[in-house]
Each structure stands twice: as C-alpha cells, then as structure tokens.
C-alpha cells in the first residue's frame, strides 16, 4: 500500500512539473529570479569596486566601462552598491516573510480549527493589526525602536504575520469540513494529530504561493521604510534606501535612482508572476 | 462584515501599546537634548506624566481622555493632536479621494475593454502592462513622473501643495495631478483585473445573451446589463484598499512634499513626538475600518440581495 501511495505521489509531482514546464511564463520568470538571487548573493565576488570605496574625483558620473551603472553623489561604485544592497533587501523580504509565517501559520490553523468563541477573538486581533496601514506601521515601530536591519525584519514581520494568520485560516476552514478530517477526528485524533497530519499537508501548497507572492510586497516595504528614512542605515545600502539617495539628483544625475527602482520592480515581477504561475499549476481547474 | 466593536478596541490597545512598550518614553524623548539634567526633575515629570502607575490604569485614563477626542498634545509644539491631525486632514484626504476618483475613472473602462475580448491583443497588453504596475514601487513611479513631466518637460508643477479654497480646483488639481497618478498606479492596475475577469465572466452569462436576443444594443448590454454586476465586486475591493492607500499617501506626499498627514507622522516618529505618532496611527486605522464599513454599506445597497440583519 505504502509503495502505491508514492507511486501515486511521484505521478503528481510529475504531472505538477509538467504542467509548470508548459506555461511559458513560470521557467523564465523562474530562472529570472535564480539569476538574481545568485548575483546578489555572490556580490562580494561580482562587484567590481567596494560598495563603500569613495571615488571623490569620479562624483555623480554616467554609466561608463569603468563605473558600469554610474556613481553616486560620493563617488561610490553603483552597480557595486546595487550587488551589495540586493543582498539586505533580499534577506529582509525573505526572512521576513519566512518569520511571518512562522508565527501566522500555526495561529491561522489553530484558529480555524479551535472555531467557536476562541476563533473570534484570535480573528479580531488579526483585523485589529491588519486595519494599520501597513506602511505606516513598520515605519513607526522602526523608528521608534532604533533603525537596522534586525528590526527592519521585525517590523516587516509584525504587518505580514496577521496576513498569513487570516490567509491560514481561510485555508484551514475549508479543510475542516472534507471527510477525512471529520473521519480523523471521529477517531480521536487530538488537535495537534489533525494540525499536524491532516490540515498542514494540504494547506501547504497555497501557503506556500501566499508567501512567496507577500516576498515582493515585503521588498516595497523595506524600499518605503528605508526611502524614509527609518529602514537600512548608510554606509550600507539597501535598494530603497540608494532611491533615497539618488532622491535628491534627479536633476542632474537620474540615473542613481533610477537603477535601483529597476532592480526593485525586476524581483516584484518574477516573485509575483512566478506566484500566480504556481498557483495556476496546483489549480486542476486552470487548463495549460 | 467584520465586527467593529472589538476590532475597534483592540486598534486602541495595539495604538497604546505601540509608545508604551517600545523603548524610550515620552519623557526620556523630551529630555533627550537637556543632558546632565537632575535626575529628579526626571523623576517628577514622570510623575506629572503618570508614567509610575501600572499599565492597566494608564490604558484605561488614556482611553477614558481618548473617548472626549483628546489625543493628548504633541512635545515639540505643545498643540494638542486632535487639533494638528484635522489641520493635515484636508490633504490626506484630497490625496487619498483624488486617487480613488482616477483609479476608478480609468479601470473601469480599461477593465471592460479588455474583458470584452479575452486573449485580444489588446487583453494581452494590458495584462502585461498590469504585471509591471503592480510590482513596480509607487516612490519610485512618483520620482520618475516628477522627473519626466515637471523637470524635464515643465509641463506640471513638481511639488508643493495648493488648497482648493484659496487657490481654487484647478490651480489644486495642477499640483495634485502627478501625486494623483503615482498614487493611484497599482490600483488602477487592480481595477482592471478585477473588471476584466469580472466582464469575462459576466458575458457567458444567460441574462446577457437575453438581452441581446430581445435586440438590445451591444453598448447598451455593456453598459447597463454587465457593468451594474460587475461594479458590486469592485466597490468592495475599492473599499479595503483604503488601507494600502494611506501605506501609499505617507511616501507620496514625503515626495511630492504635500502637508498631509503622511509628512506629519514621518516628523513625529523621526523626532519622536509620541503623541502625535500615536494619533496619526490610530487615525489612519479607524479610517480604514470605516472605509469598510462603508464599503458594506454600498454593497447592500448596489445589490439587493445582500441584507444585514
């Protein structure tokens, strides 16, 4: 029975990656993001000058062979300061996120399951968070903390978590009332059995989708806090904050601003793209 | 629907608790440019403030002051906040309305044109189009426009705001138009996605291939028989939204240096004028709760079907 079980799994998974392979959007879009996430993460090896390193002579000069995207008010390498700041604003979508559904997950699924009195409230906490602007939200809790990276992530975090919390839970309700839930708990499976065994597995998928699709958003989070002024702090870059520095010269030397923006609006597109695609393929109802 | 009472309660705590458990207190932020200061004058102001009692009780006096609208008064200019939030309303809410107005006046017809004829070209572009508005950063949209159309163009003015009263609408709307469609973009872009899968869905529909058989005309069936059920669902959305809306109006009016609310809590947080965060915050929450509300409220009324008992 066990070996018709992963038989019938290995079948999905060869049928799901199929389906993936067939839209034309999901591989492009794919390799687009592993791209990116590989040069961001080999930035101490791609860069070609430190993303710190003033050329004091060479201020706010165009894109050339030697300064291939153009520097900065203080002379600094942009392409070298786009690499590097890739990187923080990539860990901070990711790990926040990642965070956020770490805590909204397992509430979500609590909730839905507990329902009753208990559900309620857990609910009107998750609305009570989620009717602050989220924006206005992170910035507040980052400045008043103290800006850096960790609390960046920790603001981003407190917005995302009662998302995923509501997405979950949606998620659990309808797995609640399928047949084999019901048939577990007839046989007196505890709560933690049903969570653990029965709603997580089939939850998973979308959830997963969710996430990735709130990574995009997570990086316009991290673009607006810093732009802001509450976010990551200089020397170090990040991509909203090199738009902040870029802000002031639009005038004279557009570009500064420009190639980050670019670069912020690339990764939102193939997370978000690639989400919807993932979504498409885990939906039998959407032909391919 | 969800139910305001509670949520509206819990919006205050979470206010509350945002100052009260963050490090640093009100008294620490005023007393952060006076060093070496006795440290009893610290400890008498902290009395003066009540910052000594328990937790509990200061929530319940806060909320108590809360009820009569008093918000407290702001430690850089001693106003009291009520009073400085509803002098910054106006812009925030000329921002917000104008964006909707345009999202609105400019997806619906979009989203109809590409609904009509699914997989068109002209579907194929917009939705293309649509993928890059959404991912693209509104701060970062608004510079360019800003760039593009006033610095390099002159064709608008870059910043700064005009009040309609003093200035009237159009030297207003001049000011107001780039500020407007940056921040507008992304639901312009939502608009139009849920119009067209909307008017997709709508043309297969009985009711429409009736009103065609009994000979009505196509702009008429469009118009009054598919876009009345079309709307209902994006009233709703438009709605929610009100939330990311004001997420967006902070950043736009920092760039287009409007005096809303946006720029006022980005002072405060940065100089740490609690009670004004505070306010801001909390205002910028019971908005988007109302919005709902209202939003709710529409709904029963587009939609007879729909009652709240």
């Known amino acids: ?288 | 629907m969800i139910a305001t009472a509670p949520v509206l309660l819990l919006v205050t705590l979470a206010a509350f608790m945002l100052v009260t458990l963050l490090p640093g207190d009100a008294v620490s932020a005023l007393l952060a440019s006076a060093e070496g200061l006795d440290p009893r004058v610290e400890e008498s102001l902290r009395l003066q403030f009540g910052l000594d009692r328990p937790l509990p009780v200061r929530y319940v006096q806060w909320l108590g002051r809360l009820s009569v609208g008093d918000l407290g008064r702001s430690l850089l200019s001693r106003q009291p906040v009520l009073d400085t939030i509803l002098a910054r309303l106006p812009v925030t809410i000329i921002l917000t309305a104008g964006a909707i107005f345009l999202s609105l006046a400019i997806g619906i017809p979009l989203g109809l044109l590409a609904g009509m004829r699914p997989n068109s070209l002209v579907d194929r572009f917009l939705s293309a189009f649509a993928a890059l508005g959404v991912a693209t950063p509104s701060f970062w949209l608004g510079i360019l426009l800003g760039f593009v159309f006033a610095q390099s163009l002159g064709w608008l003015p870059s910043f700064g705001y005009r009040g309609p009263v003093e200035n009237g609408f159009w030297l207003m709307a001049q000011h107001m138009l780039l500020p407007w469609l940056t921040l507008s973009a992304a639901r312009i872009v939502e608009v139009v996605r849920q119009v067209r899968s909307g008017t997709v869905e709508i043309m297969t529909q009985d009711f429409i291939r009736t009103a065609r058989a009994k000979g009505l005309p196509e702009r008429m069936v469009v118009w009054k028989h598919a876009l009345k059920n079309v709307l209902v669902p994006v009233i709703t959305v438009t709605g929610l939204a009100v939330g990311h809306l004001l997420s967006g109006a902070v950043v736009v009016e920092v760039i287009f240096l409007l005096p809303g609310m946006g720029t006022l809590v980005v002072e405060a947080v940065l100089q740490r004028d609690f009670p004004v965060t505070q306010g801001v915050v909390l205002t910028g929450a019971v908005a988007t709760i109302g919005a709902s509300l209202m939003a709710d409220a529409l709904y029963g009324l587009l939609d007879p079907r729909i009652r709240y008992d």
Not at chain 1, 78 to 98: D, E, K, N, P, Q
Request: proline fraction near 7%; aromatic fraction near 6%.
């Open chain 1, 1 to 288: 029975m066990t070996d018709a079980v992963r038989s019938a799994a290995g079948e999905r998974a060869t049928m799901l990656r199929r389906r993936f392979l067939r839209t034309r959007t999901g591989p492009f879009f794919g390799g687009l993001l592993l791209v990116l996430i590989t040069v961001t993460i080999l930035a101490p090896l791609l860069a070609p000058h430190s993303p710190i390193r003033q050329y004091l002579d060479h201020t706010l000069e165009p894109p050339s062979v030697r300064f291939p995207l153009g520097t900065d008010d203080l002379g600094r390498d942009l392409l070298s300061r786009l690499l590097h700041g890739g990187r923080i604003t990539l860990l901070a979508a990711f790990v926040s996120v990642g965070a956020a559904t770490a805590i909204g997950l397992p509430v979500g699924m609590i909730s839905g399951m507990l329902g009753g009195r208990g559900d309620i409230w857990i609910m009107h906490g998750v609305n009570a968070l989620l009717s602050f602007p989220s924006v206005l939200l992170a910035f507040a809790i980052s400045a008043l903390i103290g800006p850096s990276l960790a609390v960046v992530v920790l603001a981003i975090s407190i917005v995302f978590a009662p998302r995923m919390a509501r997405f979950a839970r949606g998620q659990t309700l309808v797995v609640r009332e399928t047949p084999f839930v019901e048939a577990a708990r007839a046989t007196g499976a505890s709560l933690r059995r049903l969570i653990f065994r029965h709603v997580l597995p089939n939850i998973a998928a979308p959830m997963l989708v969710e996430a990735s699709l709130g990574v995009g958003y997570a990086a316009l989070i991290e673009a607006s806090i810093s732009f802001l002024g509450a976010g990551i702090q200089p020397p170090r870059s990040s991509w909203g904050l090199m738009i902040k520095e870029g802000f002031g010269y639009m005038d004279s030397a557009p570009w500064v601003a420009i190639a980050p923006g670019a670069a912020i609006l690339l990764l939102t597109l193939c997370v978000n793209v690639l989400g919807d695609t993932v979504r498409d393929v885990f939906d039998p109802k959407v032909r391919l």
